[in-house]
């Protein structure tokens, strides 16, 4: 089974870097994934991380350290569009299928 | 270049009623994944189809749910006896292949049941 945790709700002001923390407990581990979906909105592709160190695509970074079971996505210069829901996956060895965790919900404030 | 398409967007079908949800994948996907989103709740997987076939249904309700992908047309996800607990978002996503770095996602079709 797999279990993913991040936290529910996080606030932030516009201009600022904000992390945002995942932890998960899986039986297999092929990639960790991180989506972003604003309300009413389909999940969107954030990054993708499968081994250690870190991943910087613009203002957005993904880090994961799989001996700890912890990633993070760190964004930077926050913008008010930045305010969505911020999902961590995992998919496990089979290749199939993700696994979300309960997504953490960012408020970026003026 | 249309992406994901899925429809309809929203559907009300009262107790007990058929819903059926259709899912277009991107231009040359053949992997087809549904996921259900409760609200305050992440998505959940239901089952993985590859055209004809279904991969991956560990996620799906034993009774009143079926998904199929067939050689031509959409892949459908069919809810029969609707309930009130079946009132979810239902996110279709697609992928060229099986282990791809990628899901595309549809916009969703919402359910209600009345």
């Known amino acids: 089974g797999q279990n993913i945790d991040q936290p529910t709700e996080m606030t932030a002001t516009e201009g600022a870097i904000v992390q945002i923390n995942c932890t998960y407990q899986?039986?297999?581990?092929?990639?960790l994934f991180w989506y972003q979906q604003h309300a009413g909105e389909a999940p969107t592709f954030l990054s993708y991380n499968v081994l250690d160190g870190l991943e910087e695509k613009g203002r957005f970074s993904s880090f994961l350290s799989r001996s700890k079971g912890y990633s993070y996505l760190l964004l930077k210069e926050l913008q008010m569009k930045d305010s969505a829901s911020y999902l961590c996956?995992?998919?496990?060895?089979?290749?199939?299928?993700?696994?979300f965790g309960k997504g953490t919900m960012l408020l970026v404030s003026p | 270049n249309a992406g994901v398409m899925q429809n309809p967007r929203h559907l009300v079908r009262r107790r007990g009623q058929e819903a059926r949800l259709r899912c277009s994948p991107m231009k040359g996907h053949s992997h087809v994944y549904w996921y259900r989103q409760l609200p305050e709740e992440g998505l959940k997987f239901m089952v993985y189809l590859q055209k004809e076939n279904i991969i991956d249904e560990s996620g799906m309700p034993k009774e009143r749910f079926s998904a199929e992908f067939p050689k031509e047309g959409p892949s459908i996800l069919r809810i029969q006896q609707v309930v009130r607990g079946d009132s979810a978002a239902y996110f279709c996503?697609?992928?060229?292949?099986?282990?791809?770095?990628?899901?595309?996602f549809g916009e969703g079709s919402r359910l209600t049941v009345l």
């Open positions: 996956a995992v998919r496990d060895r089979g290749y199939s299928t993700l696994t």
């Open positions: 996503a697609s992928s060229t292949q099986r282990g791809t770095r990628e899901l595309f």
């Open positions: 899986t039986s297999g581990f092929n990639g």
